[in-house]
């Protein structure tokens, strides 16, 4: 076999393995959940989910506030299929069905394991063993646990013990706190504050209705205030009663009455509508599943130069993107400012903006030897980053919340967009790295290349040939037309570009735009900090880590220049360099404490 064939079925494999290990993970996050219950299965609160909820300082969605709160007890967990609106509802009026529900979720497998052995030493336990042994292996595996469990004896005293570690485990036990008290039933129905006071200003708080439907302070209009009342008894009654009928019917008349309570104030039902969308259909994560299909296609013609695929990935990639563009739209409006204040939004915008750059690309070099590169590299990095948005929904929180204030500064939307657009043009950057180096362990020969390697991009393909062979230092070498295929029919070419030139020159362009713009970002975001925090660097564990990314590819720069074998170099570095970026962004967000934590 030659170098390329050996290089072809080694991408081949590590695709099917990309294929697989993202099944194993789509069924392997789920939790198995119970069938709902009959009455569960025929409520409909969609009307409900729409209407205006008042919290920390905003308004929101019911279907997305409840998700909000029903995440601090649960988790990404839901309980047998019901959605988070619907068990939010039933926790408050129906307390009791969930006793002994297994319905707060420990994160720390350690502190799962803490909890277990604590338990083994109660008499509630020692009472029947066979029938909790079955709820404690789920509880390992899932992290679910039912507050009998948390308030025996010998449980409380050991978190009582771990809430002293203050460096450590009190957190985790303050997290578990935090679920026991958000899930009571009188907490739960004061926090659900539905209905603005009369005479209020968009900034003031709201009120909350009681369980006979009557909010502290009566709507100026005293008749629609009594059919407020009437609509909410008649739905606390009919869900007490498991009477669906009864409660899709009050249900609708609460959320036809409450925009009618203060509407100069009251926000658009539209938009409303559109956010409980939004969280009803997962943020939209699951576009990672199209930018996988996009990168199977383009793969093949990567490598095989079959230009149907190339042609159908390109394609697969336009409506992927075209569906992560309508998912950060849609968050834009819904929460009126640009979608990067936390990492969810950070994530998620970084790759997107990767993807404007490779959109550009593959315009403007169509015709190059580098085309589809650019968006194989994007579909990568998007499918990477919503695949983590989507699997791991702790560690990236979706909910929309406010701004912290020293996020209120016009260098934010400089400085911050600039650094999360360069991080993803590093990540793709070590996309054509990684394949530059298969290449080359598959038996291709080192190049001699140039130093700018980028001038690829002037190489175009037409017909049966490549002009400009030389440009690259490397020239148009050998050929991988395929034999079995004479009339061409797959797409493939003679004279073709040796495919580690291409690699070689898509990462150099990627590595000296994103070495430029992260340069330029930690300036500006000197200037920020300085507006900020009084001072333009303070050796903060993100400021730092951040310049350790920059001085990789300074290195970069300099090994580029002296070394022979250019385009190994060029690939170690681009991959050790992501691999400094993803440090960055991962350990010192969630495992080391400074200034940048909300970030």
């Not at 029947?128 to 010998?154: I, K, N, Y």
């Not at 400021?543 to 070394?563: G, P, Y």
Request: glycine share 8%; proline share 5%.
């Amino acid at each position: 076999m030659t170098p390329n064939q050996r290089f072809g079925v080694a991408v081949v494999v590590l695709t099917a393995g990309l294929v697989v290990l993202c099944g194993a993970m789509a069924a392997g996050k789920r939790r198995p959940v119970g069938e709902p219950t009959d009455f569960a299965s025929r409520v409909d609160l969609s009307a409900l989910e729409n209407v205006a909820v008042h919290t920390d300082g905003r308004l929101k969605s019911f279907g997305s506030f409840a998700h909000e709160r029903m995440g601090f007890v649960m988790g990404s967990r839901t309980i047998r299929g019901q959605s988070p609106a619907f068990t939010y509802l039933d926790l408050m009026f129906r307390p009791s069905a969930y006793a002994d529900e297994p319905i707060v979720f420990v994160k720390n497998k350690n502190f799962r394991l803490d909890i277990r052995r604590a338990f083994e030493g109660s008499d509630l336990y020692r009472a029947d063993p066979g029938r909790w042994d079955p709820r404690m292996d789920e509880f390992l595996q899932w992290g679910l646990v039912s507050e009998p469990v948390l308030a025996t004896f010998e449980v409380q005293r050991r978190m009582e013990e771990l809430e002293r570690d203050l460096m450590r485990s009190a957190r985790l036990v303050q997290a578990v706190r935090g679920a026991l008290f958000v899930k009571e039933s009188p907490n739960l129905a004061q926090s659900l504050r539905l209905v603005p006071p009369p005479g209020a200003d968009a900034g003031e708080p709201w009120q909350a209705l009681d369980f006979e439907g009557r909010p502290a302070t009566p709507p100026r209009d005293a008749d629609l205030g009594e059919r407020l009342t009437s609509a909410w008894s008649d739905l606390v009654e009919g869900w007490v009663t498991q009477d669906a009928v009864a409660v899709d019917v009050a249900a609708a008349r609460v959320a036809d009455l409450l925009p009618r309570v203060e509407p100069s104030i009251y926000p658009d039902l539209e938009k409303l509508s559109w956010e409980s969308w939004y969280f009803r259909t997962d943020n939209m994560t699951w576009v990672w599943m199209v930018y996988l299909l996009a990168v199977v296609f383009l793969l093949l013609h990567v490598v095989y130069r079959w230009r149907a695929a190339g042609r159908i990935g390109l394609g697969v990639f336009g409506v992927a993107f075209l569906l992560h563009s309508a998912a950060l739209g849609l968050r834009w409006w819904v929460s009126g400012r640009w979608p990067n204040s936390n990492m969810f939004e950070a994530v998620t915008t970084s790759v997107w903006m990767g993807g404007c750059l490779a959109v550009m690309c593959e315009w403007v070099g169509r015709r190059s030897a580098m085309a589809k590169l650019y968006a194989l590299t994007s579909a990568v990095a998007s499918m990477v980053a919503l695949m983590s948005a989507h699997f791991m929904p702790l560690q990236l929180n979706p909910n929309i919340g406010n701004m912290m204030p020293v996020l209120h500064d016009i260098w934010l939307y400089i400085h911050t967009n600039v650094i999360i657009w360069s991080y993803a043009l590093i990540f793709m950057a070590a996309i054509t790295g990684l394949l530059y180096l298969v290449h080359r362990l598959c038996g291709a020969q080192r190049q001699v290349l140039s130093m700018a390697g980028a001038s690829m991009a002037q190489m175009e393909v037409a017909g049966g040939g490549a002009s400009g062979g030389g440009a690259a230092g490397g020239g148009a070498v050998g050929s991988y037309h395929d034999a079995s295929d004479p009339r061409g029919t797959l797409g493939a070419f003679d004279a073709a570009p040796d495919l580690g030139v291409v690699f070689d020159g898509v990462t150099m362009l990627l590595m000296k735009l994103s070495f430029v713009m992260l340069w330029a970002g930690l300036v500006m975001g000197a200037i920020w900090a300085d507006h900020s925090w009084g001072r333009p660097w303070g050796w903060d564990p993100k400021e730092t880590f951040a310049l350790c990314t920059f001085l990789v590819f300074a290195v970069l720069v300099h090994v580029r220049w002296k070394a022979r074998d250019k385009g190994l170099w060029t690939a170690v570095l681009a991959v050790v360099g992501a691999l400094v970026m993803l440090f960055n962004w991962i350990v010192i967000n969630f495992y080391i404490s400074g200034l940048h934590s909300y970030a």
